[in-house]
């Protein structure tokens, strides 16, 4: 019977996205994924695996979500793309 995650495992990839944005992949090291994450080691590599399988999640993450966004700000009739940006992340 498989385990069920007892967190949302889409917010622990976005978060996880975030702090190799802020540090960079040779900076973003486990320490840092599991206090911005908010998971136990153990969670972070039974859900992620590796540091190069975590940052290749992150980076289907990153395309997912903000790839249409930059095609809509660049094929749309918006004032500009990063209106369209700004609108998106309620700045």
């Known amino acids: 019977m498989a385990v069920r995650k007892r967190f949302d495992v889409d917010e622990a990839l976005r978060r996880a996205m975030h702090v190799f944005w802020r540090w960079g992949c040779p900076e973003a090291s486990i320490d840092r994924q599991t206090e911005g994450t908010g998971l136990g080691l153990s969670s972070l590599y039974s859900t992620f695996g590796d540091k190069s399988a975590h940052l290749r999640r992150s980076l289907q993450r990153y395309a ?9 700000a660049l094929s749309g009739p918006h004032p500009s793309p990063s209106s369209v940006m ?4 309620g700045r």
């Open 64 to 72: 997912q979500g903000y790839h249409p966004l930059y095609d809509q």
């Open 86 to 89: 700004a609108w998106r992340h």
